[in-house]
């Protein structure tokens, strides 16, 4: 640069400014028609480009030339956007640069930025600020739990983010993906896949903020093992019966709550997850009706997508029963299901219907244990075969919503007089073989 364009840089400015220039000035301020220059001491500027040449601002340094002495400049950072510094941030990124210079005898432009390198812990940790206000309180906590459990362990946290974009960096995350899985043979290909896409959503978020160029975490399904998917052992009509008289038999060995909550899924097909959260003031044993808002955890509703839909499950007699037993043994105001002993959570454990199941040691006829998400595929099925209900009521009351974003659109039908006479049905089948409330 000219010294005479760097000059008129450095010349006064013809409109007035606070004696103390804050980072919230400097945002508000409006660019004019022409190009401005806001001084913030120590050789520092706030260059302000006419409303014609983008309107944007960023802080540029100037100092002479420590051998030629010929004035330089150097742009230290931005005003606006997600990468934007205050006027003190510039202010001590620009002394240091500017004492570089001097020490080394070079132009300021060379001096390499102070700008901390991100780590991938640090970037994690933003990306999850971000999720906060994006997804659920519950599906955060399970991004935390697998880095803090199964990513970290693998990778090292405290290592750039940059050094996993390289070709070696993209073989240590392939190898630590295998890890998670359980080596080459491994099976566990839901937990890779989970973070698998993860680690991308990570990577992305970097590449977002230009922390990175290329994403290292490979999703191309062409290229990854494939494995046959192992759906959720269920039970056929004939081994309910024993499945039921074994929950009756031994149920007596377990906490109240615990039994009584497995044996509304049996009566309503709800979702386990659901099912330990449900609420006293969500009963409406007036209108015979159960309301289940659709930002529940456990109803599978994506956040700001149709966690506006709730899920009702009409109360029949035995379900009303049911809860009346239940009320016997409130331990809590506000949870139907309250928790066992100490627990992490306001309610029943989600874990808790399963548990009992697995310690039954109930099994299918191909020897599989059986657990509460199976019973759902034995309450669809069952549920055509034995009641010769229709697919729909049964998948309304199984809290599926329509495919496709048109049907959700348009399909506002919840069916609840077909639904309620199905769940009698199924009830009385249940009561038949051996279930009590």
Not at 4 to 15: D, G, Y
Not at 22 to 41: D, N, Q, V
Not at 107 to 130: A, M, R, W
Not at 396 to 401: D, E, N, P, R, S
Request: hydrophobic share 30%.
């Amino acid at each position: 640069m000219d010294e005479a364009k760097m000059e008129n840089l450095i010349s006064n400015s013809k409109k007035s400014h606070p004696k103390t220039i804050r980072h919230s000035y400097l945002k508000k301020y409006e660019p004019g028609t022409k190009r401005e220059r806001i001084p913030l001491g120590e050789d520092l500027y706030c260059i302000v480009r006419s409303k014609s040449d983008s309107g944007s601002k960023s802080y540029v340094g100037k100092m002479r030339h420590p051998i030629t002495r010929k004035w330089t400049e150097k742009t230290v950072g931005r005003v606006m956007g997600s990468e934007g510094i205050s006027p003190e941030e510039a202010k001590t990124a620009w002394l240091a640069i500017k004492t570089n210079a001097k020490k080394n005898k070079c132009h300021p432009g060379k001096v390499q930025g102070t700008q901390k390198v991100k780590t991938l812990n640090e970037v994690k940790d933003e990306l999850f600020i971000v999720l906060k206000t994006k997804i659920k309180p519950n599906t955060l906590k399970e991004y935390q739990r697998q880095f803090r459990f199964n990513i970290l362990p693998n990778l090292d946290g405290d290592a750039p983010i940059s050094t996993y974009e390289t070709d070696a960096g993209a073989d240590i995350i392939d190898d630590a993906l295998v890890k998670i899985r359980g080596g080459l043979e491994g099976t566990k290909y839901e937990l890779e896949r989970k973070c698998r896409g993860l680690l991308h959503r990570t990577f992305k978020y970097a590449q977002a903020k230009r922390w990175i160029k290329l994403n290292p975490v490979n999703t191309n399904r062409d290229m990854l093992p494939t494995h046959r998917p192992i759906h959720h052992p269920k039970l056929e009509w004939d081994e309910v019966p024993g499945f039921i008289d074994k929950i009756e038999t031994f149920g007596w060995n377990y906490p109240p709550q615990q039994v009584l909550c497995t044996k509304l899924i049996l009566l309503t097909g709800l979702r386990a997850g659901a099912a330990v959260r449900l609420k006293w003031r969500w009963i409406d044993l007036e209108k015979k009706l159960i309301t289940i808002p659709g930002s529940t955890s456990g109803l599978k509703r994506v956040k700001g997508k149709n966690d506006h839909k709730p899920h009702f499950i009409p109360i029949t007699k035995h379900i009303e029963k049911l809860l009346l037993h239940t009320q016997k043994w409130r331990l809590s105001e506000e949870y139907v299901f309250a928790p066992i002993t100490h627990s992490r959570y306001p309610h029943l454990d989600p874990e808790a219907p399963n548990n009992f199941i697995r310690a039954l040691g109930i099994k299918n006829k191909d020897g599989r244990p059986v657990v509460v998400h199976g019973w759902r595929g034995t309450f669809n099925t069952e549920g055509i075969n034995i009641i010769k209900a229709e697919l729909d009521v049964i998948k309304k009351q199984m809290g599926h919503l329509p495919e496709g974003k048109v049907n959700q659109a348009y399909d506002h039908s919840q069916r609840l007089p077909e639904r309620k006479q199905f769940l009698t049905q199924w009830g009385k089948e249940l009561i038949n073989i051996g279930l009590t409330l």
